[in-house]
């Protein structure tokens, strides 16, 4: 089992930055670590991978160029750091662990997943 749980959220102006904090703990070998996103009334969506070496990436196209995904594997922590924020990022953000080799975008190949925190940025 791993357990995962994710800080950083709250209320920042269009054009902020905030950096969010996902914690691993238990089984922490992951070969994936993810964030997701679900707004209200929407599905929620993938928005960015990292593999276990931290040395490939992948982002949605709707936060490329201003999301960062990282990890610090000694920390057993992931890191999302969010710049240049949009009113249309605002939705709960969720950490999500994979043990697929490969990058993994699809909810179905995460089987680990934190509880969520919010992100709103307001106009």
Not at 31 to 43: D, H, I, S, V
Not at 80 to 93: G, H, I, R
């Amino acid at each position: 089992q791993v357990q995962l749980v994710e800080s950083g959220g709250g209320l920042v102006q269009a054009g902020g930055s905030l950096r969010l904090s996902c914690a691993a703990s238990g089984r922490t070998f992951s070969a994936n670590m993810g964030w997701f996103r679900q707004a209200p009334g929407k599905e929620r969506e993938f928005v960015a991978v990292t593999v276990w070496s931290g040395d490939i990436t992948y982002y949605a196209d709707s936060v490329k160029g201003r999301f960062t995904i990282s990890r610090d594997n000694a920390k057993n922590t992931v890191y999302l750091q969010m710049n240049s924020l949009k009113p249309e990022d605002t939705a709960v953000y969720y950490c999500a662990a994979s043990r697929k080799i490969g990058i993994a975008r699809m909810e179905s190949e995460y089987a680990y997943w934190g509880q969520g925190t919010q992100v709103t940025v307001s106009s």
